[in-house]
Nanobody, 113 residues
Framework: QVQVVESGGGLVQPGGSLRLSCTAS?????MAWYRQAPGKQRELVASITRVRSANYADAVQGRFTISRDNSKNSVYLQMNNLKPEDTAIYSC??????????WGQGTQVTVSS
């Protein structure tokens, strides 16, 4: 079992920034952030491989940056120019090719004036 712990959510005004962090208890191959807004399906926000190849959803491209520190089994999501439509529960999902996929508990991000 791999433990996944997120932190960094909160309330921010439109145009503001937040940084989410996620740490796994073991070495991980792919690390990703998903989000789910009220009444909507969960969607992939960004993902990054061990060699730091990253992908982004169109809605966040150019505003969000995903990064990782392999020595800490951690992934980060820097979110800039936040919009009200970014409001959601953000969850970290990690994949180990040998152990499977694991979710974090989720952290609330609210963008509101």
């Amino acid at each position: 079992q791999v433990q996944v712990v997120e932190s960094g959510g909160g309330l921010v005004q439109p145009g503001g920034s937040l940084r989410l962090s996620c740490t796994a208890s073991d070495s991980i191959d792919i690390m990703a952030w998903y989000r789910q807004a009220p009444g909507k399906q969960r969607e992939l926000v960004a993902s990054i491989t061990r060699v730091r190849s990253a992908n982004y959803a169109d809605a966040v491209q150019g505003r969000f940056t995903i990064s990782r520190d392999n020595s800490k089994n951690s992934v980060y999501l820097q979110m800039n120019n936040l919009k009200p439509e970014d409001t959601a529960i953000y969850s970290c999902y990690v994949i180990s090719y040998t152990r499977g996929g694991y979710w974090g508990q989720g952290t609330q991000v609210t963008v509101s004036s």
